[in-house]
């Protein structure tokens, strides 16, 4: 096993861990923005309808997915330019 490898997982788990504050925070934001609330639904608050619970989930998700791709990318990149000396 490369250097490289060994350095993947630990490397991995730092940007996921990294990449779930940063979706957090965002979608905290977001959420203030859109629907001009502090406090973000989740699934376990009964006292909001469907609708609110699932747009919320929603777009949780896409920022999430979209912070998660970013950084994936980014490091893959930045792999491959140190792999072949660019």
Known sequence: MSRSDSMSRPISAGLGMAGGLIAGML?????????????TPDAGDLDRG?????????????????VKAALNHGYLLHRQNDESGT
Not at 27 to 39: E, H, N, Y
Not at 50 to 66: C, P, R, T, V, Y
């Open 27 to 39: 979608f905290k934001r977001t959420w203030k923005l859109v629907a001009g609330q502090d406090d």
């Open 50 to 66: 469907w609708a609110e619970i699932l747009i919320a989930a929603s777009i949780q998700g896409a920022i999430a997915g979209a």
